[in-house]
């Protein structure tokens, strides 16, 4: 329950003469007549309290008195006579009436029921527009109304009920429906006297706050309505009676008025119209104020009272939603101010014939529409003169927002403004008003579009040519603004200068998550970064760009999540988050400092790309297929990032729905380089370079194109010869296209109009080193397009210059190794399966092959994990090796933390323990292929690690019994049997626990590290076993609280829908149909071909995660033949895994893959950790000239002590860099040089100095 109380004063008048309270209550203040009574309360300052009854009063009788039993109000107001009381509630209310001679008005009741049944009936009509008049001289000469006026009854008010009385001597008529003869009876209010002290005022139609009456020129504007003043005069009996205004004479003046602009505006957050007002007062340096309509009072318009104006121009940022919003004494304040200060109004996305407003009998509505084909085009040549613009032009409005078309009926006093013109709906007629200037008296006019304006929209107010814009600007300032800006004078030459950029990126988004993307990105690299997302709250905040002003910059790159910076607001509308100035602070900031710019979701029509780009900028203008594809334009880009110049990705891979697309044409061949162009896959994508081009008189021709009509054929473009040859001979024909039209299409037609024209995205160089790198379609981070992408901007966006570094660790991880697999053959039939010399062999054979199909410097390597009982199995023909428990028994829900000094020990006392393996070991033919001398020729093809003795479950399991696991398994690595400890291909310090388990068994993670194991593998499924703030890149340290040991490290690893006990394809689509429970069921190819996009995003984000296989999964020597890709032979599942996702990865990139043992990749992943958690912080020297940017170094430094790569420039050799003392370099393959640099916490700066300076 929600209650509002208002004290009166002891200035108020008393409320009555009976013995009750000067408080008067609102039931249902929710509705809108609940807040049309709470606003004519307010009015007339009346005290109140309002309940709201949403779903019931929240007690079981009515608050009508005291404690003390005294009466609690003089006045009942119903927002709403449908109030939902019970009948108690309802008994409750007549009985205080009665008692204390208190009346009651219901606000939007309907006749005929309750009470009412045997005193009225009704039916229903729902209106355009109805004329209320009043019926009673009594009712109306009491509120100090006329006995004759009319007030309009706006139809999105909803339902009216038409009145009928049946007991004329207990009803009197106080309103009635007078707009035709049908309803000239009809009863639209009425009072109910159900007895001398039970009285009821009932109104059978919505009462709402917006829907302010009309005024005569009788009655005073300044009161809320006529309604209200009848029904306070009436319940309050007489208290609060109206009467006519007293006549003051108008002011003499002298009148100034500051020059300044008021924007009002539907919310502090911004509607989408005072965003444009914002981005054009801007431009134009207007000096503005942004306000929304008090809840309460009156604006502050003057700085003294009829002397001394603070604004010279009112521009309404909504007008259609502001109508509602501004009170009636508001709108009379407004029009008094304009009248005594002769200042003119514009409301930017206005609604016709509005009451509020009071443009009602000037214009009529034809009704709204949404159409893409719509344009505007100016009305009055009188008007472009004035601001110095060429009438003739179509403004086209690109499917933007809903137009509402009106008709002029007062043509004494509305002007047409603009018209709109091109609609392909039948009933929007070309000339319909756009827009009109409304003459209400000599010095109070008002400008009203009807068509939304944004700030992002070219249409409306973007580029300083724009004519809406001009057009307004010019009009509401009285030509003190003119919208015909001088050619500004030639900048001066760029100054070299030398600078200090601080490698970093800055990401600027809208606060709609969209930030996600570039952090992955910059996380995959390593380059620290900050999010600012621009928001309502923090809406035109100074950006922060430089840590020293014009000496050290803070970012070296700049991502902007949405080109145009676009959210959708609480109010409904959308706009940007950015302001003009704001875009032009980061245009300075790129040509003073060299950085570059990125841009996503851009739109080719924004206006910095004017006379750049063109293209689609609106949804009915994009291309929101799942299928468009982008390839890369040249080797200009894809270079440096690694990656192949030919490829073709899916944009809307990945993003629910697909995305919106912009396909753009470039105009200036010179300034801008296309870098992705989109795919063509339909006969519409046809012509839309020339046509984008064209004037209206030479368009007609496309419907000559086998049906291609033109605006289809907007949306795309391509080089059709045979339809351009028909297009040529049409426009040659066509009376229409003449002159400079005809020239312009025909020069279109041959070729003239140079660059690409379906370009996804392009390198925009604005002059004086301002670059910019745009893509014209949505990002997302789980999209294998746009994580593969990524590349090519942060390459290119950083110069290649940036901390961290690009590498791709990968490594296939096999666990059970000598054991036994229980699973199915490819006919179902249950079998056990245990890897032969032959199947290893294979792969022995199969990895220099595929490493040899891989890019330079590849070297994938299958990583083992062994667990030696399943030799004992073998071996125990005559003599019991095997240890015979089952190692599941220590099993327990995932997760689970083990309470310490508990747990199951399974082993046997050592003693009772046959140990003297050598003599048996060699009837094992798979133990005997790895050992002995056999070593250089097949152990150390693979890397091996221990997946302890038996698999025993390390979950609920004693810190003994972890301790024979390892010790077990190691003595059989050692010297005296396998001679695998010791050897290159052996990890020590690592090892992959049996079914991911032990890791929150404290006794366990204490036996393996006292046993020297720091480390062991999780689980991608499991986050409980991944880091949580950058689970593809770091690690997980335990924690005593979290998994009873500290300090642990747990490498994530990728888990894989290749399943342990699976040998061939038939079996594995067996369990993933039953695991997904699908239907119809997938094959195995449908499943891989899943692996393949999952992991390539994994891979393209630079994750270093190990992937699981198991023992069965190496199956081989007896498959059948299978082919995958340019491999064609014998191959496991999991050969056929790495066969598709590299495969596939390798058509887009030439990064080497690289796989290091499980020690050496876990301490990796632990550096990076320690160094991107360090503070690390380069400054780059960057001279910035006429000519360019070059690079001549830079500094290093940290918080914390670390070894911290820094990545240089493709192309940058050693022998050019001068190295620090204990600095190391690397270089795999294509990569660019790596710079290793130790540094030590709060130490100087380390620097580092290229010989010869970089140019980028």
Known sequence: MRRNHRHSSSSEPSTTSRSVTTFNITLRGDTASGQAAIQAFQAFNVPYIAYNTTSSLAFSTLPLTSSLGTANFSMLVLGSGVIGFSAAQWSQLYAYQNANNVRLVSLYDVPGTGASASYTNQSTATFNSIVISPNNIISTTAAGLPATYSISFDSGLGLAYLGQVVNSTAVTPILTYTDSVTKATAVAACVYNFSSTQQQLSFFYQIAAWNVLITTTSVSATISSYTDAIWISWVSNGVYAVTAPVVVPAPTGPFFVNNNALIIATSLTLDIGAGAAVDVFTRFNVPYVIVTPPTTGLFSLETIANSVGNYSMIVLGSGGVLNGQISPAQWSQLRTYQNLYRVKIVSLYDVPSEAASGTVG???????????????????????????????????????????????????????????????????????????????????????????????????????????????????????????????????????????????????????????????????????????????????????????????????????????????????????????????????????????????????????????????????????????????????????????????????DGIAGGSCNFPASILNGTSVTPVLDFGSTTANQKLAAVYTVLPTGCQSCFSTLNGISASAATTFCSNSLANLAIFKTCVNTLATCTGTDLTKALSAIEGSIPGSCSVAAAVIDFGRNQQQMSFFFPMASWSITCDSVAHIWFQWATYGLFTGFRRLYFTPQVDDMFLTTSGNNENGIAVDFRLSPDDMQGLIDWQPDVNARMPSGSNITFEIGFNGNGVMEIISTTVDYTLDFDPDLTDTALNWKKPLGTGLTLWPALNTLNTTWGPALSADRLYSFFAGSNISTTANKFLWTSHTFTHEILNNNSYSDTINELTFNFRLASKEYLNWDGQEFWNNKTMITPGISGLFNGDALRALSDFGIKSAVGDSSRPQTMNADRPLYWPLYTTMEANGFDGFIILPRQVLNIYFNCTNQEYDAVLYNAIYKLTPPVNFYYILNAEVQRNMRTLALLSWQPVMFHQGNLRNADLPIVSFGSKTGKLGLAQQWIESVFGNFTQLVNWPILTVKQDDLTQKVVNRMIYETANVTVIEAVTVSATGVTLSGFTVSASTSCIAPVTLPLGVAATNVVLPVGATTEQIGVDALTIWIPLVAGATPVSVTFKTAVAV
């Open 362 to 652: 000037y214009v009529t509505s034809l009704g709204s529409f949404s159409d893409s084909s719509v344009s505007t085009y100016i009305a009055n040549a009188s008007f472009a003169a004035a601001s110095g613009v060429a009438s003739t032009n179509n403004l086209s409005l690109n499917g933007f927002g809903t137009y509402y078309p009106a008709a002029i009926t007062n043509t004494s006093a509305v002007t047409p403004f603009m018209y709109f013109t091109g609609s392909t709906t039948a009933s929007l007629a070309n000339g319909t008003v756009a827009a009109c200037v409304f003459q209400f008296s000599p010095n109070v006019s008002q400008l009203s579009f009807f068509y939304a304006f944004a700030s992002w929209s070219s249409a409306t107010s973007g580029g300083l040519s724009n004519y809406s814009s001009a057009l307004w600007l010019d009009w509401v300032s009285n030509g003190n603004y003119t919208a015909v800006i001088p050619p500004a004078p030639p900048l001066p030459p760029v100054v070299t200068h030398t600078v200090s950029v601080q490698a970093r990126g800055l990401i600027l988004a809208p606060g709609d998550g969209s930030h996600e993307y570039p952090e992955i990105i910059f996380q995959a690299y390593g380059l620290d970064y900050d999010v600012v997302n621009v928001t309502a709250a923090t809406i035109g905040t100074a950006l922060t760009l430089e840590i020293t002003a014009n000496v050290t910059g803070k970012y070296s790159v700049i991502v902007l999540t949405s080109g145009q910076m676009i959210a959708a607001f609480t109010n409904g509308s959308y706009l940007s988050t950015l302001y003009s100035w704001q875009y032009q602070q980061i245009y300075n900031y790129q040509q003073y400092y060299g950085v570059r710019l990125v841009t996503f979701n851009d739109l080719p029509t924004a206006s910095v790309f004017a006379n750049k780009l063109t293209g689609a900028d609106s949804a009915t203008g994009c291309s929101s297929t799942t299928s468009l594809s982008i390839s890369p334009v040249g080797e200009q880009f894809t270079t440096p990032a690694g990656m192949k110049s030919s490829w073709s990705l899916i944009v809307g």
